[in-house]
């Protein structure tokens, strides 16, 4: 599933129901249900047999939605927030600094939604080994009930404990060559993973340790370093968004006409209060028309104007000239957590 990916929806399917960029909902296809959104209502059947990334109409109405294939960005995305989730800008940065390569051997405590556990398999393959921990017995439940639904529990073994206080230790060794640590306590667990056969030190072993604070930080690298680890760094990142659109072309005479036009229209106001003012004076009874042309309510055509009234151009119109530019997000949302890395160098023969 997350794993061995296929091209035709099948029932029993899990996939990932694009409903905006915000909105995204696993479902479970089954036949003749169907999925009631904002947007509209959606058969399964509509579904079953079409290819993954099909567009699927509402029954009435013209809402859509997009059927996606489970993949572990997505997933985090979509699945509900047990604990914080770490999201795919910091989980791909784990990956690639722990090493993490198919056929790896990893640690990881504190499992809490599961969102980084399906990067980690993903990067591992049929051929690594996740051993995952997690100390609150409802989330570590429900956890080992996705791992199975999503055909990871031949790579994942997800065990109930508290590591800062009962170790590692499982009934055969793991021998890891990296660890991503999720704790409110790291510097506690850290000298846990010397007991029995955890590390392999036959190898060099990377380590991650997740802390949203720097308080955290500080006493985490005190022991890193009591216990052998080097290259000790910490690394904060801060994803932004970028978004890709057209922008109307403008020349200097067009902007000019701009110009005029703001004037002729501040003067065609002034003149239309003053005649206001004046048919308020005016006494004697008028017709309707004499009326209309004392106001000055002339049919006057519409044009562009982009600061008052007029017609309003829409992204890509025909008659513009457009051109493709990119934007960022001004400013950074969130802070998520601290990543602080070190390496534990092989014990030499």
């Excluded at 479970?28 to 079953?48: P, R, S, V, W």
């Excluded at 939604?113 to 017995?137: C, K, M, N, W």
């Excluded at 802070?335 to 602080?340: G, I, K």
């Amino acid at each position: 599933m997350f794993l061995n990916s296929k091209r035709i929806i099948e029932e029993g399917d899990l996939v990932l129901i694009w409903i905006s960029r915000t909105v995204i909902r696993p479902v479970y296809l089954k036949k003749d249900e169907a999925l009631q959104t904002k947007f509209g209502h959606f058969l399964h059947n509509d579904m079953i047999g079409r290819p993954f990334g099909s567009q699927i109409s509402a029954t009435q109405g013209r809402g859509f939605v997009h059927v996606l294939a489970p993949t572990p960005e997505l997933w985090a995305l979509s699945l509900p927030h047990r604990t914080q989730i770490v999201y795919s800008p910091d989980s791909s940065y784990i990956i690639h600094r722990l090493q993490i390569r198919p056929d790896s051997k990893v640690v990881e405590a504190g499992t809490g939604s599961g969102a980084l556990t399906h990067a980690l398999a993903r990067a591992v393959g049929t051929d690594g080994t996740i051993f995952t921990y997690e100390y609150h017995e409802d989330r570590h439940m429900q956890a080992v009930k996705e791992f199975k639904d999503h055909e990871l529990s031949d790579i994942i073994t997800c065990t109930h404990r508290n590591v800062c206080e009962d170790g590692f230790q499982i009934e055969k060794p793991t021998l890891a060559t990296a660890v991503f640590l999720d704790l409110p306590a790291p510097w506690t667990a850290i000298p846990k993973l010397f007991e029995g056969e955890i590390l392999n030190r036959k190898e060099a072993v990377h380590i991650c340790c997740f802390s949203p604070c720097i308080e955290q930080v500080s006493k985490t690298v005190k022991v890193l370093e009591e216990h052998g680890f080097q290259s000790i760094e910490m690394v904060e990142n801060q994803a932004k968004r970028w978004e890709g659109h057209e922008s109307m072309v403008r020349s200097v005479d067009e902007a000019l006409d701009v110009l005029r036009d703001v004037r002729k229209r501040r003067n065609m106001g002034i003149e239309r209060r003053k005649r206001k003012r004046l048919v308020s004076e005016v006494e004697a009874e008028q017709s309707e028309e004499d009326k209309k042309l004392l106001r000055g309510d002339y049919d006057n055509p519409v044009v562009y104007n982009p600061w008052g009234k007029g017609e309003r151009v829409k992204e890509g119109d025909d008659g513009y000239k457009w051109a493709p530019v990119s934007t960022i997000e001004p400013e950074i949302k969130n802070h998520t957590s601290y990543l602080t890395f070190a390496l534990l160098p092989p014990l030499q023969d």
